[in-house]
T-cell receptor, first 111, second 116 residues
Framework: GIQVEQSPPDLILQEGANSTLRCNFS?????LQWFHQNPWGQLINLFY???GTKQNGRLSATTVATERYSLLYISSSQTTDSGVYFC?????????????FGEGTQLTVNP | DTEVTQTPKHLVMGMTNKKSLKCEQH?????MYWYKQKAKKPPELMFV???????INESVPSRFSPECPNSSLLNLHLHALQPEDSALYLC???????????????FGNGTRLTVT
């Protein structure tokens, strides 16, 4: 199956700092999503981004499908950004329903 | 607030009990999912329903039995569980169920299950 590798595994920031999270995947994809899981377990969809660039407030994401990676940018981080960020992908040619999740990046933003 | 509603939020059950987890969405989504998540691990897919039909079963033990009564509801029936089944159970939905391409996945807040 497709392999998904996220880096870094852990990241500690001071409030106001910027950061970049990376997701590498081993095969062509038709579905790539970024999620944030807060400390209470709530899992929020941030971006559906199989290719290209999207922005939503302080967050933006870029997927370079031909080079098999995606980046999530967090600017001016806030303590509420803390939690785990997951990248999830599905291989091209499959049904569009079987996402494979990476192991996640644990982000801690200190005040 | 999430648009996928799961009940109960917490559940403690013995190994001989029968219980059910419930999930509801009113976004008109045609695909619904059950995921299991252990502490400090990513979610793992269990089942997918597409247009109210079971389309994916990821070799889940029969003590977990999914049911999709209609396009808005998804249940997970639990029977004779083991302590290692303790986990966060997440329901999700997405717009498309036709398999042609993916669409954003929306998760509920989950049910935290403890099996004693």
């Amino acid at each position: 199956g497709i392999q998904v590798e996220q880096s870094p595994p852990d990241l500690i920031l001071q409030e106001g700092a910027n950061s970049t999270l990376r997701c590498n995947f081993s095969d062509s994809v038709n579905n790539l999503q970024w999620f944030h899981q807060n400390p209470w377990g709530q899992l929020i969809n941030l971006f559906y981004i199989p290719s290209g660039t999207k922005q939503n407030g302080r967050l933006s994401a870029t997927t370079v499908a031909t080079e098999r990676y995606s980046l999530l940018y967090i600017s001016s981080s806030q303590t509420t950004d803390s939690g785990v960020y997951f990248c999830a992908v599905e291989m091209r040619g499959t049904s569009g329903s079987r996402l494979t999740f990476g192991e996640g990046t644990q982000l801690t933003v200190n005040p | 607030d999430t648009e996928v509603t799961q009940t109960p939020k917490h559940l403690v059950m013995g190994m001989t009990n029968k219980k059910s987890l419930k999930c509801e969405q009113h976004m008109g989504h045609r695909a619904m999912y059950w995921y299991k998540q252990k502490a400090k691990k990513p979610p793992e897919l269990m089942f997918v329903y597409s247009y109210e039909k079971l389309s994916i079963n990821e070799s889940v033990p029969s003590r977990f039995s999914p049911e999709c009564p209609n396009s808005s509801l998804l249940n997970l029936h639990l029977h004779a569980l083991q302590p290692e089944d303790s986990a966060l159970y997440l329901c999700a939905s997405s717009r498309r169920g036709d398999g042609r391409r993916g669409s954003p996945l929306h998760f509920g807040n989950g049910t935290r299950l403890t099996v004693t």
